[in-house]
C-alpha cells in the first residue's frame, strides 16, 4: 500500500515545540521525518512511502510598526526567520520529501491586542497604562497554503497514485478535499496531533491516530513507566461513510 503524508507544517511545528521542545532547523526536519514515516508501520500496517509534501510559508521580512513601542521591528533580522530558513533547507536535503509553500500576506501584517487582553480592558480589570510588549500579536494570514493541500489531495486522488493518505493537521479546512479522495477509494486517516476536532468531522475522515504520546496533554498522559509507553493512539474508525 502506497501512502502520502501531508504535513500542515505551521501546525506540526507549534506542536512539535511543546511536546519535544525547541530544537535545532536540523534536528526539527530530522524529527518531523522520522515522525511521518511512523505512520507507515502504524496498527500493523506495512504501508510503502509514496512522499511527504509539507506546507508553509517563508517567513515574515518586512518591518512592522509596534504600537506601543512606538518603533518598527525589522523580521528579516529576527532569529525565527534565519531559524525558518534553515530548517526548509534542510528539508530540502531530505528524500521523498516535497516543499509545498505559500505566501504571507505581508502587506496586511499588524499588531493587535490579544484576544483576553481585549476582554481585561472591557470589564475594567486592566487599563491601557498597564499594556505590556507581550499583550500584543502579530497577525499575518497565510495565502495558498490550504489549496495547495486540497489540490494534491484531488491529483492524487484522480491519478490513483496512493492507497492511503495522511493529514497532519488541526483544523477542518480539508474536508472536501478528504471527501472527493474516500469517493476515490483512498483510505483517508487524519493526525490532529492529540488535539480536539470537531465530532462531525469523523464522517469524513476513515481514522484519527497520532503516533506519539508525548503530543497529548500532560495533564492527560498515563503515568507509566517510560518503557511500557505506547506508542500510537488507538485508531479511530468512523461509522459512518461521507
Known amino acids: 500500500m502506497k501512502t502520502a503524508i501531508l504535513v500542515d507544517g505551521g501546525f ?17 526536519a530530522s524529527e518531523l521525518v522520522k515522525y511521518c514515516k511512523r505512520h507507515l508501520h502504524s496498527h500493523g500496517e506495512n504501508s510503502e512511502l509514496y512522499r511527504i509534501f509539507y506546507y508553509d510559508c517563508f517567513p515574515m521580512a518586512r518591518q512592522i510598526y509596534h504600537p506601543l513601542l512606538k518603533r518598527t521591528i525589522d523580521y528579516s533580522k529576527s532569529v525565527m526567520y ?16 516535497a516543499l509545498r509553500m505559500g505566501k504571507l500576506a505581508e502587506q496586511q501584517a499588524h499588531f493587535e491586542l490579544k484576544p483576553s487582553v481585549v476582554s481585561k480592558l472591557i470589564n475594567g480589570t486592566k487599563t491601557l497604562n498597564d499594556l505590556t510588549e507581550s499583550d500584543f500579536i502579530l497577525s499575518v494570514e497565510q495565502k495558498g497554503v490550504d489549496m495547495k493541500i486540497g489540490l494534491d489531495i484531488a491529483s492524487m486522488a484522480y491519478k490513483k497514485q496512493v492507497d492511503q493518505i495522511v493529514l497532519i493537521s488541526g483544523d477542518s479546512d480539508f474536508v472536501p478535499a478528504a471527501k472527493l479522495a474516500r469517493r476515490e477509494g483512498i483510505d483517508f486517516v487524519l493526525d490532529a496531533l492529540h488535539t480536539n476536532i470537531k465530532p462531525d468531522l469523523f464522517e469524513h475522515i476513515d481514522a484519527l491516530r497520532t503516533c506519539d504520546m508525548c503530543f497529548r496533554p500532560r495533564q492527560a498522559r498515563p503515568e507509566i513507566q517510560p518503557e511500557a509507553q505506547p506508542e500510537t493512539q488507538p485508531e479511530t474508525q468512523p461509522e459512518t461513510q461521507s
Not at 515545540?17 to 532547523?25: E, H, L
Request: zero cysteines.
Open 82 to 97: 534565519s531559524w525558518s530558513i534553515d530548517f526548509f533547507n534542510e528539508l530540502k536535503k531530505k528524500r521523498k520529501l
Open 12 to 28: 506540526y511545528r507549534r506542536r512539535a515545540f511543546t511536546a519535544y521542545g525547541d530544537k535545532s532547523p536540523a534536528e526539527r
